[in-house]
C-alpha cells in the first residue's frame, strides 16, 4: 500500500507550531526568526515533505509563477539570446528564486492580439515584466492599460499609465554623442532601427550634434543584433559612404557587428571610425579593441523589476525608476589622449 503523503497539518504538529508558521518558514519569510525556520527546514527535509504547489495554488488562487515577455516587434533577428537581455534575466530568476517564486518565459512578435491578458486569464502568472516596447508606442500604452500587475523595462513615457525601470536614452545618447565629438569627430553616425525607446537615443544624438553646431545625419537602419550591425556596415562601405569619423550604435551588438566589419575591410578601429554602442554587455570589455559603451546596470535593473512587480502585487503605489545612465570609455572611441 502506498504511504500516504505527508501534509503541512502533519508537519506543524511534528514541529510543535501553527501551520502558517510551517509555510513562511519554508517560503523563507522575513517573519521567522533564523533558528525557527532553519529546524522547520530540517525536518521538512527529515520527513521528505514536499508542498504540493498546484493544490496551494488553487487554494490562494495564485500562481507563485511570474511571467517575463519579450516584445520583438519587427525586429525579426531579435532573440532572448540577446546578452543583454541574458544578462538581466539572470538577475531576475535569481531574485524570483528567492522570493520563491518561479520564472515563465515568452516572447511576443508583433503588436496584434491581447497578448498580456492570456497570462492573467489563464492564471498562468501573478505579474509580468515586459522587455521591448514595440514598434507601435499607442498599441503598447494600450495593451498596458490594466489594473493587473505589469512592470516594463524600458524609457518612460509622458503618457504612460505602466511602471518604468530604465535608462534615460536621451542622456544616454547625448553623452555617447558628444563624448564621440570631445573625440574629434565630426562626421557621425547613429546606426539602429526607430522603435520608441531606440528613437529616444537618437533624440539624444541630434541633440549633441545640433548644440556641436553639426547637422544630425539620418539614422542608418539595424537589427539590434550582431549580424544586424556586421550588415549596416558592409552596406555602408559598398555604398561608398564611409566617411563617417564616428558611429554611435544603439546597441553593442550592433556595435561588436561593425567592427568585425570594418576590419574586414582594412578600416581602423578608433583610427579610422571611433564607435560607442549601448548597454555595456559583459563582454564588451573584452573585445579587441574594447568597446566605449553607455552603461546600463542589468544587476540593479533586475533588481528594480522585481522590486516593484511585487509591489504592485501587494496593492502598493509604485513610481518609474530612471537608473543612473553613464558612459564607460574604452579604446573603440578613445582617439585623444
Known amino acids: 500500500m502506498q504511504k500516504k503523503a505527508m501534509t503541512l497539518s502533519d508537519l506543524a504538529k511534528i514541529v510543535g507550531v501553527s501551520e502558517s508558521t510551517v509555510s513562511r518558514a519554508l517560503n523563507n519569510s522575513s517573519l521567522i526568526s533564523e533558528k525557527t525556520r532553519l529546524h522547520i ?72 492580439s491581447d497578448w498580456l491578458t492570456h497570462y492573467f486569464d489563464s492564471q498562468r502568472a501573478d505579474g509580468v515584466i515586459v522587455f521591448g516596447q514595440g514598434d507601435n508606442e499607442a498599441e503598447f500604452a494600450r495593451q498596458l492599460n490594466t489594473s493587473k500587475p505589469v512592470v516594463v523595462w524600458g524609457a518612460p513615457s509622458p503618457t504612460q499609465s505602466y511602471a518604468t525601470v530604465g535608462t534615460d536614452c536621451v542622456l544616454g545618447g547625448k553623452l555617447a554623442t558628444e563624448h564621440l565629438l570631445q573625440q574629434g569627430c565630426r562626421r557621425i553616425a547613429f546606426v539602429g532601427h526607430m522603435s520608441y525607446e531606440i528613437s529616444l537615443r537618437y533624440q539624444g544624438y541630434c541633440l549633441a550634434m545640433t548644440l556641436a553646431g553639426l547637422a544630425p545625419q539620418a539614422a542608418i537602419d539595424a537589427h539590434f543584433t550582431y549580424k544586424g550591425g556586421f550588415e549596416a556596415a558592409q552596406a555602408l562601405v559598398a555604398g561608398g559612404k564611409t566617411g563617417f569619423d564616428g558611429i554611435f550604435a544603439a546597441s553593442d551588438g550592433i556595435a561588436l557587428g561593425m567592427i568585425r566589419a570594418f576590419a574586414e575591410q582594412q578600416l581602423r578601429v578608433p583610427e579610422d571610425i571611433a564607435i560607442v554602442g549601448y548597454d555595456d554587455i559583459p563582454v564588451a570589455a573584452f573585445m579587441q579593441p574594447t568597446l566605449s559603451s553607455i552603461r546600463q546596470d542589468t544587476r540593479e535593473g533586475g533588481l528594480q523589476l522585481v522590486d516593484t512587480l511585487f509591489k504592485l502585487i501587494n496593492k502598493q503605489s509604485v513610481a518609474s525608476t530612471l537608473l543612473e545612465t553613464r558612459l564607460l570609455v574604452r579604446d573603440s572611441s578613445r582617439k585623444q589622449p
Open 41 to 112: 527546514q530540517a525536518k521538512a527535509k527529515e520527513y521528505d515533505f514536499r508542498i504540493n504547489t498546484t493544490a496551494r495554488s488553487l487554494r490562494l488562487q495564485k500562481s507563485n509563477t511570474i511571467a517575463v515577455v519579450l516584445l520583438i516587434g519587427s525586429q525579426e533577428d531579435q532573440s532572448v539570446s540577446d546578452p543583454f537581455i541574458l544578462s538581466i534575466l539572470g538577475v531576475i530568476a535569481d531574485e524570483l528564486t528567492s522570493r520563491g517564486y518561479d520564472m515563465l518565459l515568452g516572447t511576443h512578435r508583433g503588436s496584434g
